[in-house]
């Protein structure tokens, strides 16, 4: 049986933007008659993020979970080493250090916000800990990440931003994904500016750039040889491909050029549905995400918080009836299939609460204000029946 056509006046979740050059880009990459990583449309992309973002070392991989799987290796996490990642977050955040044979401690979310609470931070160092995962949940950073990065320092800890959704978000101006030793940026689909699968590893302590290299050219040398700087190319250490295509990386060069558009556009839209809401907010029948001091948001995503679970649910279900597709994220890890036999049992009562009561409406490049229209018009329907 054929699944059931989309209603014409269906608003999904997400739709990949095209901004414009794309197509041409990758046009360009096949008549340069090179379509393996590491070409021309790759160097661009690379030193975009270098130059304007002040990375050290930035190296394009096919996917943000490829990045953070190069940070482990780079990290050389070990079996029985410790890694501290919030609960709140994608598998792929702490799925990257358990391929290394790491034990995830769980931290919970701030009372007020999804990111990690640094406050419970230094009780779950050990002797054991050798690194920790700071994740800018929807381009926020936590508010108090030099309090995260002076612990690190303390300790003796590394320190890797999961910054995938915080491409172009800023804190004390400088670019989040600046700040730990290593930085996972992603451009899957879903993200602000996309590849498709793609993703880019920030290289920041300079300690690391090398090694960083020849694991993602399937730890040879290939790099430093096509510079003259190897009089051989051989196998060198471990590593594998994270290298992403030409192909990839012409769609991507399409998008960085065209970033400051996608922002702008972003940022009216989310700025759209924070003005509509503000009277249910101001009223408490509904919450919207602390703004952060000293932070520059990138508008990736656009949460609201209900009063329960129950009501998230039936609010999800009110705008799918209406033809519209919200979503809500995530499943703790702590609770997960996978991890929960391995978690060692504190209760995190936070990512628990924001996991059942976040409700994420609508957000991408082709969202017309009529439909916001009509998404604000079904919560405030919603509401005004149950309030
Ligand atoms: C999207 C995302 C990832 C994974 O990135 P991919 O490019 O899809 O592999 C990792 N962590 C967070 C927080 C994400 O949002």
């Known amino acids: 049986m054929l699944p059931a056509p989309l209603p014409p006046d269906f608003i999904p979740f997400n739709r990949p933007h095209l901004a414009g050059p794309e197509l041409d880009y990758i046009r360009q990459a096949v008549a340069a008659g090179k379509l393996s990583g590491n070409g021309e449309f790759t160097r661009r992309c690379q030193q975009f993020f270098e130059q304007q973002y002040g ?54 979310s701030h009372p007020e916000h999804p990111n990690l609470d640094v406050a419970q931070l230094e009780l779950l160092i050990t002797a054991r800990t050798r690194a920790m995962v700071v994740v800018h949940y929807g381009g926020h950073p936590p508010a108090d990440l030099p309090a995260l990065l002076a612990l690190a320092e303390r300790y003796n800890l590394w320190v890797v931003e999961d910054a995938a959704q915080a491409i172009e978000a800023r804190y004390h101006d400088r670019p989040l994904g600046t700040f730990g030793h290593l930085a996972a940026f992603s451009f899957h689909e879903t993200k602000n500016l996309s590849a498709g699968e793609g993703g880019l590893l920030a290289v920041n302590d300079p300690r690391l750039a090398e090694r960083a290299e020849i694991i993602w050219e399937k730890g040879t040398n290939r790099a430093a040889f096509a510079r003259g700087e ?58 919207l995400l602390p703004a952060i001091p000293d932070a520059q948001p990138n508008w990736h995503l656009f949460a609201l918080l209900c009063r329960s679970e129950a009501e998230r649910d039936a609010l999800l279900a009110h705008l799918r009836q209406r033809h519209i597709l919200a979503v809500f994220h995530y499943l703790p890890l702590h609770r997960s299939p996978y991890y929960a036999p391995r978690h060692d049992g504190r209760p995190l009562p936070h990512a628990d609460r924001f996991s059942r009561t976040l409700l994420r409406l609508p957000l991408y490049h082709e969202l017309q204000p009529e439909q916001q229209q009509r998404i604000v018009g079904a919560v405030k329907g919603f509401y005004s029946m149950n309030t």
Do not use: C, H
């Open 55 to 108: 990375i050290n070392k930035a190296l394009l991989t096919t996917s943000g979970t490829a990045a953070l799987e190069m940070a482990a290796l780079l990290l050389d996490i070990q079996p029985g080493d410790e890694v501290i990642v919030p609960s709140y977050t994608f598998t792929s955040t702490a799925n990257a250090f358990v391929l290394r044979g790491a034990r995830i401690i769980f931290v919970d």
């Open 230 to 287: 190897a009089a051989r190319y051989e196998w060198v250490d471990i590593g594998s491909s994270f290298l992403p295509s030409e192909l990839n990386a012409a769609y991507l060069w399409a998008q960085l050029e065209a970033r400051a558009t996608i922002q702008r556009r972003r940022q009216q839209q989310w700025q759209f549905y924070a003005t509509a809401l503000a009277p249910l907010a101001a009223a408490g029948t509904l919450r």
